[in-house]
């Protein structure tokens, strides 16, 4: 069993910067792959970056070169830097993997940019 837990999220002005943190009950260095979607209010939950276990990254075109992934295998946390925010990164983040097969998401944290 697995359980992912954010935070980190807040009410922050445009063009401020915030860091999304995403806690893991057991190690995730056997996770491979490890992702932040997000959900806007009235929209479908849009997968925002990812990373794999070897640190490569890949980002969502409306946040390349604003938001930064990262993770930490020893602390079993995932990170998500998001700097320059705008009014449409407004939105639950929610961490997610796949592992074994089955998908896990946590609760999910709320980011609200402010104009």
């Known amino acids: 069993q697995l359980r992912l837990v954010e935070s980190g999220g807040g009410l922050v002005q445009a063009g401020g910067s915030l860091r999304l943190s995403c806690a893991a009950s057991?190690?995730?260095?056997?996770?491979?792959?490890m992702d932040w979607y997000r959900q806007a209010p009235g929209k479908q939950r849009e997968w925002v970056a990812t990373?794999?276990?070897?640190?490569?990254?890949n980002y969502a075109d409306s946040v390349k070169g604003r938001f930064t992934i990262s993770r930490d295998n020893a602390k079993n946390t995932v990170y998500l830097q998001m700097n320059s925010l705008k009014v449409e990164d407004t939105a639950v983040y929610y961490c997610?993997?796949?592992?074994?097969?089955?998908?896990?998401w946590g609760q999910g944290t709320q980011v609200t940019v402010s104009s």
């Open positions: 997610h993997c796949n592992w074994y097969r089955y998908d896990y």
């Open positions: 057991r190690n995730i260095f056997s996770i491979n792959v």
């Open positions: 990373i794999t276990v070897g640190g490569t990254t």
